[in-house]
């Protein structure tokens, strides 16, 4: 069962999508939620389904005090790695915060400090806290809508079905048609791949 605090009341719950997708962003999002909140539809995004997050996304939105969502795109994940990627996508988010939160919770085990406020990593947190399991629908729902956006652009890769994950198919496609911009060339994107030294 999910439970609202683990500290204090302004507490912002952060997590983030597509860490282990070959081409797109990183998005995380941060989400402060009022003390009150309750939802029993509310989950860990991944034991969603699409509709139920569809549906989450709206209630969230209206409901929190405040909300963050923050993409780094492949570029960026190429330069510092995906794990330092990541912590910086919710840097990002929690930045983006209208209200400072007093405490941050994280969903994971690894995290950078930000700003100088006091933060608890939670292995699994999201299945076991309301902001946390927030974050994860919004940072879902919201990488999910630009990987929809760009598949329109590229939709020989399926992304609007495979959001970037290494699936057969998406993988197929790209022995087939090579790589894009989207594609994050410092991931091994076909098992086959090897590094050449240089």
Avoid at 157 to 164: A, D, E, L, S, V
Wanted: proline share 5%.
């Amino acid at each position: 069962m999910l439970t609202n605090y683990l500290n204090c009341i302004n507490e912002a719950g952060t997590d983030e999508a597509g860490r282990g997708c070959l081409a797109g962003p990183v998005t995380a999002a941060a989400i402060i939620l009022p003390e009150n909140f309750k939802n029993n539809i509310l989950n860990d995004s991944k034991q969603l389904s699409e509709k139920k997050r569809d549906l989450l996304k709206p209630i969230l939105e209206s409901v929190a005090i405040c909300f963050g969502v923050a993409h780094v795109y492949p570029t960026k994940i190429d330069e510092i790695n995906i794990l330092n990627a990541s912590i910086l996508a919710m840097h990002k988010s929690i930045a983006k915060l209208e209200f400072t939160p007093e405490f941050i919770i994280v969903d994971g085990n690894k995290f950078k400090p930000y700003k100088d406020i006091s933060h608890e990593c939670i292995i699994k947190g999201d299945s076991k806290f309301m902001s946390i399991a927030a974050a994860s629908i919004l940072a879902k729902t919201s990488r999910d809508a630009y990987m929809e956006k760009i598949h329109l652009e590229f939709p020989m890769y399926n992304w609007k079905k495979n959001k970037g994950y290494p699936t057969k198919e998406h993988r197929e496609a790209i022995r087939k048609y090579g790589i894009t911009k989207y594609h994050r060339k410092s991931f091994r994107l076909l098992p086959e791949q090897l590094k050449l030294s240089i």
